[in-house]
């Protein structure tokens, strides 16, 4: 997935999908090198949550790189 950042907590950001427009909680630590309107890429298992705003586990962000 690549996204832009739209906000930075302590373990997660909420990005938007560029190819949907969906918002996203990521959850992963050590998020705080991120900040907001980088562009990430996101790589995680499929599997998204149900709640709004849907949410996943990322396994890798390469910084400013999307895929």
Do not use: H, W
Request: glycine share 2%.
């Amino acid at each position: 997935m690549c996204a832009a950042v739209l906000e930075v907590n302590e373990d997660s950001l909420l990005i938007r999908d560029n190819a949907t427009s969906q918002e996203v909680i990521v959850n992963k630590p050590c998020v705080c090198k991120f900040r907001v309107n980088d562009r990430v890429g996101i790589v995680y298992n499929g599997i998204m949550t149900r709640s709004i705003p849907p949410q996943i586990n990322a396994s890798r962000m390469p910084f400013n790189r999307c895929f």
